[in-house]
């Protein structure tokens, strides 16, 4: 009897166990107070809230490396700038040593879940700086990034097209990884700085500690200039523009422009994962996160709300195009059992 009731018990503690047991997925992002940062971080926030799965997170990655780890199938989620495939599918820039025909072919493993507007690229500097503009660069020692990624190479372009400058030439470039770039910034390492930004963003805010500082829209006529139309061609960055009242920030920041509206290239990626997720899985983690949109992701942080979470018009996701990646047609059933609609190009 006492053998038959221990055994009764173990299987009722299996089966339990069972039940509550969920399904492991690590995932790379970057710093937590960023827009990517934050967009993983919710997403295994909304995915535990529905059962669907625990994500670990790791956050402070350098997303290069970890769009390459996904398409190895070596993490199961990363933060992607939609600029990073495109280049792993040419094997270019920090790819480079990968190669066209390996990167194609990584690049071919790769979905996504859902899009956002990852930054927008501006120039900031300190009013102690005494630097008036992007024409005030030359001979400077700019921040522009990390060692390697999208931030650098955007930010590389952009003083290009404003300026004209190129980084060795023109100017001094400065890298440090995320995790110091407040430091950077504070230090008097540089004496301005090319970042990707959010509105208000949590770098300028808490870099305010060191003195007022001036951030710069691009000039109406380079926003409208052929060499810019070329930058926004560019997979993962897009055309974007905010008027200076909505940009959320107060004392101690001022926004150079010409007509109170801020200017810049946006940059836009997705939570991507290997297309090889199961069709059950992705489509659940989407459902998820299309559930949590305003509960989750919009309460996360001030610049949330206006980061383009829960778009799906390619005139700001910026899927189909030169952009290589799809939709993970779980993902895509989700969205469209959810009501939206997703243009074929993209699925």
């Keep these: 009897m006492a053998r038959n009731i221990l055994g009764g018990l173990a299987a009722v503690l299996c089966l339990t166990a069972g039940a509550q047991a969920q399904t492991i997925l690590a995932a790379e992002t970057a710093a937590p107070n960023t827009t990517p940062g934050i967009s993983i971080i919710s997403l295994s926030e909304a995915a535990s809230k529905a059962g669907v799965a625990d994500i670990q997170v790791t956050s402070g990655q ?11 199938g070596k993490t199961d989620i990363a933060a992607a700038p939609f600029i990073l495939p495109f280049l792993l599918s040419k094997g270019v820039g920090p790819y480079a040593g990968v190669g066209a025909e390996k ?4 690049a071919e493993n790769l979905a996504v879940l859902y899009t956002y507007r990852i930054s927008v690229q501006g120039l900031i500097a300190y009013d102690s700086s005494n630097i008036s503009g ?3 660069l030359e001979g400077k020692t700019i921040f522009n990034g990390p060692p390697r990624g999208a931030a650098l190479t955007n930010a590389r372009l952009l003083i290009k097209t404003n300026s004209g ?4 030439k023109g100017y001094t470039g400065v890298q440090v990884n995320w995790g110091q770039a407040v430091k950077t910034m504070q230090d008097g390492s540089a004496d301005a700085f090319v970042l990707p930004m959010s509105f208000p963003d949590p770098r300028v805010s808490a870099s305010l500690a060191s003195g007022k500082m001036s951030i710069f829209s691009v000039s109406k006529d380079v926003y409208d200039s052929e060499a810019f139309q070329n930058v926004a061609k560019l997979p993962g960055t897009v055309k974007f523009s905010m008027p200076v009242a909505d940009m959320g920030y107060g004392e101690g920041v001022t926004i150079v422009s010409e007509d109170d ?4 290239p946006g940059t836009v990626g997705a939570d ?3 297309k090889s997720m199961d069709f ?14 305003e509960s989750i992701y919009h309460a996360k942080a001030p610049f949330m709300p206006v980061t383009w979470h829960g778009e799906t018009d390619v005139e700001v996701t910026d899927m ?10 779980g993902a895509a059933a989700a969205w469209e059992e959810a009501g939206y609609s997703l243009p074929d190009c993209a699925k």
């Design 103 to 106: 990167g194609a072919e990584l």
């Design 320 to 329: 189909c195009g030169p952009n290589p990646l799809k939709y993970h047609p």
């Design 272 to 274: 991507i994962v290997n």
């Design 261 to 264: 509206t801020f200017r810049g």
């Design 134 to 136: 992007w024409d005030g």
């Design 280 to 293: 059950d899985m992705a489509k659940a983690l989407t459902a998820a996160f299309i559930e949590n949109i």
């Design 62 to 72: 350098t997303l290069t490396n970890s769009v390459q780890n996904v398409a190895e």
């Design 165 to 168: 400058l190129e980084e060795g």
